[in-house]
């Protein structure tokens, strides 16, 4: 096995082109457990942990520029105002240890369906920033995931940021574990309402993560946007429905299918009622 | 591959390190340093908490080349000299010390929480805590240690 140790983006992308079978290494959550378990033997580790590029973010034009490096502990700490929703399920991710080391470009590396910032990125509209040395592109979220720990990166291409917008309005993430550290999730919901945009996705609860577009259409259409007013129970009750009906979970150690559709349908009501409260109160500041 | 590490504000050297080892593998087995526990091997316990660079970490999660250059702190690096460290101190007069395993992993994160947060609520302990298991006390005394580690800084 080699350890390669690029210190720029640049090199990392040559380096990534000429050993496609490096696996990349940030926070080490995912890939040293699969190393230490003898389950992985990959021809080379490409440490991403001296690229400062990969490290880092900024701000421009109501959009967060997030680094596939920066840790969930940065995240939470340095980002948690203005992205509620993404940092709410990083403040969910195993344990202040794990939270110092993982990050969200490793997430979405693994692609596990039950990662836990996936349902964030899906329902705020999150793009992907994929590189290589044929160059940069960006995919929707939505495209990015593409089967059971599967994603749409090409073996000479690296995750180096993630592009998502400055929470305006409501913004709620939930998880259903047996305690509130060190789980993986049984499920996982999250929901972001701003004007013009209602995002709902579904985690733990299907081959990837996913966005639910039924339940996402009921709130753009039916929510009182104009006259922003609490929902009645049976409106909130539809939305739960529509959410649990875009479920395809299966039975496995962590939950049984039934008991997964059922969370779901809670978690989207409670979170539903909260985000819509967020945002009644972000537009009453604005008029 | 060879590996040139500061540990305990001492550099070290380890040689044929596999390239897929654990920095935890390489404290223990080729430094003599087994103060950080191998239990779980995928981040779930904490016993192997160390700093990197001053921020805890799972070592077993950490590639030993990624530590190439970097400084790491132990459990063994937290005395100075014959003289206990307040948390091991607590850790000591609250008997918050069964069978041991886990406790190096506590001890670090504990240290870590007050150099953030001196007068902790339990709550924020609990969190700190969180990632580190103990499957002997039932954590009431590791929290009386805290509490006094508080206390005494």
Redesign the interface.
Known sequence: ???L?PTTLDEALAVKAQRPDAVP?A???D???E???DHR?PG??L?L?RIGELAEWSSSDGQISLGAGVSY?RLIGELGDVLPGLAMAARTV?????R??GTVGGNLGAASPAGDTHPVLLATGARVELASVRGRRTLAAEDFYTGVKRNALEPDELITAVHLPIATGGEQFAKIGTR???VIAVCSFAIVLRDGHAGAAIGSAAPTPRRVAEAERFLLDELPWDAPAPLADSFKRRFAELVAAAATPIDDVRGSAAYRTHALGVLARRTLTWAWDTYRGSARACA | ?RLNVTVNGERRQADDV???E?LLYVLRERLGLPGSKNAC????C?SC?VYLDD????S????A??A?GREVRTVEGLAEGEALDPVQQSFVDAGAVQCGFCTPGLVV?AH?LLDRVPDPSDEEIR??L???LCRCTGYEKILDAVRTAAGAR
């Open positions: 096995m080699d350890f140790r290494i926070g080490g959550t890939v040293m457990v190393l230490n378990f033997r080379a580790l440490d942990t502990t195993g344990s202040p240890q794990i110092n080391r509130n550290a060190m | 591959m596999w390239e897929g654990s091997e995928q981040g779930e904490g908490t921020v805890p970490a799972c077993c999660l950490v590639a080349g990624q190439e994160a870590d969190e700190a969180a990632g580190n």
